[in-house]
């Protein structure tokens, strides 16, 4: 069950929940148990969502799931399994819709308690996201804070979704029934990411400023989710990582997460949160595993070294064969599996030919893949199903190296390209000076010099190159 939360206190969140009552069908209750201030008194419900009033703002209202699941003339509706507060959002960012879970890195100045964190809801906040966006009205962005108030007592899953930044907007209809009908949205969406791996795909962030942009594109670009984000402003407040070690492990804690970005340089703080058991990785790590299963990144990095040290993953590891993996919890990501060598030699040619070409012919072949220089190159080796097509791998750099050579084939372990190509030094000894008569002939111009005519044949030479398949050739 989904609970909504909406303070009397709060002109926003008072719109946001006329919005609501308006765009769906609910159905009236009482709870005699609490006070009306309290959310008692009138309880609405609607299909598997109850909405209740308080007067009180949010960031004071703890334990606010208590509130929920019971009323006089039922024994029961149901647990909620979330909890959404409707509110207001503060700031001079104008036309603002917003989301964050609620907690407190450092002094608990505005709600909660000091270094203590309600548990967050990344799957949910990554889909109120995205539904703010198809939701919100002309003029207004969609971002994501970082924790930085209470209520650090909640009792289930929550978060505030928010309408901002100042009065107008906070009596806009039209921003008040893009929030309510985002937050119904949820209403059948899980607080959590699914179990992968003994994890889930959440992450901590730490680091950059209120609004949080690195973990906004990781929100909406990549399918991992967020929970709490320490900001730098929140990392000051908080202090020292070591000396606030329990800090760090609450928020992990508090996001059902097991890995954590960190923005800038701050090694005391990774180090801290290795030595919790916590992975840190990068954003780039965080985009390439996007959609690959969790085992078979690990699986991969066992084999191929880390992706921070240039493993990528290939077209094989898809996500019709996650769905397999999330479905089968005995299933072995590195099954019928094998390392090995790239043909070195035909994938540089191909590369020095068309580079993306080159890499999407050895993505669709692969499982993973490594890479040089920062992940630009492709590299020696790769992870290849029990059904590579070896010959298939060599047929399209095959295809790659045809755009620029005259004729290419495959003779047992070798690649042969020939090119007839233009001669510079045969150019010369023909009294042919360097400048525009040297480019038409290398274009297969005829020129005239000293009142000869020079046909580009007489200048052009047949190349062969080799390149070696290697390994690949005996597969």
Not at 87 to 109: I, K, M, V, Y
Not at 117 to 123: E, G, K, L, V
Not at 153 to 168: I, L, N, Y
Request: hydrophobic residues 40%.
């Amino acid at each position: 069950m989904l609970a909504v939360v909406v303070s009397r206190a709060d002109s926003a969140s008072v719109h946001v929940g006329e919005r609501l009552r308006d765009v769906a069908d609910w159905t009236e209750h009482t709870d005699g148990s609490r006070s009306d201030a309290d959310g008692g008194g009138t309880v609405y419900r609607a299909d598997s969502v109850e909405l209740r009033e308080f007067d009180d703002l949010h960031l004071r209202l703890e334990n606010a799931g208590d509130a929920f699941g019971r009323v006089d003339d039922e024994d029961a509706f149901r647990e909620p399994d979330l909890l959404v507060f409707a509110s207001r959002h503060a700031g001079e960012t104008d036309e603002l819709l917003t989301a964050h879970p609620t907690g407190n890195f450092g002094p608990a100045e505005y709600g909660g308690e000091t270094g203590h964190f309600a548990r967050a809801c990344p799957n949910a906040h990554s889909r109120v996201v995205e539904a703010l966006e198809a939701h919100a009205p002309p003029g207004y962005e969609v971002g994501v804070e970082c924790t930085h108030h209470g209520p650090t007592a909640v009792g289930v899953p929550s978060m505030f979704v928010e309408v901002g930044s100042d009065e107008p907007q906070w009596e806009d209809p039209d921003a008040a029934e893009a929030v309510a009908r985002a937050i119904l949205e949820l209403r059948t969406v899980l607080p959590d990411a699914p179990r992968e791996n003994g994890g889930r795909r959440h992450l901590v962030g730490f680091g950059g400023g209120h609004y949080a942009p690195r973990f906004e594109r990781i929100v909406r670009e990549t399918d991992w989710s967020v929970g709490h984000v320490a900001a730098d402003w929140c990392l000051d407040a908080m202090g020292d990582p070591d000396a606030n070690r329990d800090v760090i492990e609450r928020a992990f804690e508090a996001s059902a997460a097991d890995y954590g970005v960190v923005e800038g340089d701050r090694p005391d703080l990774k180090r801290v949160v290795a030595d919790l058991g916590y992975r840190v990785v990068s954003e780039t790590w965080v985009r390439e595993t996007a959609g690959v299963p969790l085992a078979l990144v690990e699986a991969v990095e066992d084999r191929l070294g880390p992706v921070g040290e240039g493993a990528r993953f290939g077209d094989r590891a898809t996500e019709t064969e996650r769905d397999s993996l999330l479905s089968d919890d005995s299933a072995d990501p590195d099954r019928e599996r094998s390392v090995i060598d790239l043909p070195e030699e035909v994938v540089a040619a191909a590369e020095g030919v068309d580079p993306e070409a080159t890499r999407a012919a050895v993505e669709a072949a692969t499982v993973a893949y490594e890479t040089t220089e920062g992940g630009t190159r492709l590299g020696g080796r790769a992870v290849v199903d029990a059904d590579h097509d070896a010959a298939a791998l060599v047929d399209e750099l095959v295809a790659v190296l045809e755009e620029r050579y005259d004729a290419v084939e495959r003779e047992g372990e070798t690649v042969v390209a020939r090119e007839t190509a233009f001669d510079p030094d045969r150019a010369r000894t023909l009294g042919i000076p360097d400048g525009p008569k040297f480019g038409k002939l290398a274009e297969g111009e005829a020129v005239t010099v000293e009142g000869d005519r020079i046909d580009p044949s007489v200048v052009h030479v047949d190349r062969e190159h080799r390149f070696s398949l290697g390994d690949l050739a005996t597969e």
